[in-house]
């Protein structure tokens, strides 16, 4: 391996690879040397612009802690989360659609009973959410575990509230036997992810919008069914089209109806506008061992 060229160094450095044990591992390095090295010598890459990617790079690592996660975040607005999503949630049309599980997602969340209120006081819009949980032909599937968590009026999450501790706009419900499971909160706002990190510089410097549309996170899992990571988009959304994550699916743009305070399904819930949101979850099945 003396005198390597342009052209010689790929395959040079795969044959070092050559005693890998693990089968997966050597096919993904294989492809991963061979992509990188058609990248370099497509865009022509120069030592200035290699030595800005691993500065990049490093600052991006760097920027990670434990409640952020930057690679992550380049990752999302790069596509590549979506696309591993896609490939590994392969699902009929008429079952829910995944989409991408967020920075946000907590265990340590409670447990409450059918229309609690998990607004923990923040202001806000009330909303109400009426869901349901079914399989492929309509049956309901009960005691299914759905996990829920929003961000506020303002676009921040509990974790980003200032002197918040204790949790809110999430929790932990089972369906009834019916399938069903609801609460009431706050309806959520659209938001900026963090434009701060090296991630904001390349979103500045290809001028996209920092700004996903307003949604609300859900987690379903029961025995017997593929689990289900989603979220509901309010379809007036002025983000539906540019999100910079891309997590928006036409299946999963749902309709926030709005009514004012003496009117409506919830007449008598409140004082003020709110907001009801109903939605029918689809489980598949488990593929069959």
């Keep these: 391996m003396r005198d390597l060229s342009s052209d010689t160094i790929t395959e040079a450095v795969i044959s070092t690879m050559r005693d890998t044990q693990d089968s997966r591992l050597a096919e993904i390095m294989e492809s991963l040397v061979r992509h990188v090295h058609a990248f370099v010598r497509e865009v022509d890459l120069t030592e200035e612009e290699w030595a800005r990617g691993v500065d990049f790079l490093t600052r991006t690592g760097q920027m990670c802690t434990q409640t952020r996660q930057e690679f992550i975040l380049l990752s999302d607005v790069l596509g590549v989360t979506m696309l591993v999503d896609a490939l590994s949630n392969r699902r009929p049309v008429e079952a829910t659609q995944n989409s991408v599980l967020g920075p946000f997602f907590r265990d340590d969340r409670p447990q409450q009973p059918y229309a609690a209120d998990i607004s923990g006081g923040l202001p806000g819009t009330p909303l109400f959410f009426e869901g349901r949980v079914v399989d492929r032909d309509g049956a309901p599937v009960a005691s299914a575990a759905v996990d829920v968590w929003h961000s506020d009026a303002e676009g921040h999450y509990d974790v980003d509230v200032p002197g ?74 002025p983000y539906l089209d540019a999100d910079p994550v891309f997590g928006v699916k036409e299946s999963l743009v749902a309709s926030y109806d709005s009514y004012a305070a003496d009117s409506g399904p919830r007449r008598g819930s409140t004082d003020q506008p709110y907001t009801v949101l109903r939605h029918t979850f689809v489980l598949e099945p488990l593929p069959a061992d």
Excluded: C, K, N, W
């Design 164 to 237: 918040r501790v204790d949790p809110a706009m999430r929790a932990l419900f089972l369906t009834d036997e019916t399938g069903h499971f609801g609460f009431r909160s706050i309806r959520p706002s659209s938001y900026p992810i963090p434009g701060d990190g090296p991630v904001g510089e390349i979103m500045g410097a290809t001028g996209r919008s920092l700004m996903r549309p307003a949604h609300v996170h859900l987690l379903i899992e029961a025995p017997g069914f593929q689990r289900v990571t989603t979220m509901l988009f309010p379809s007036d959304d």
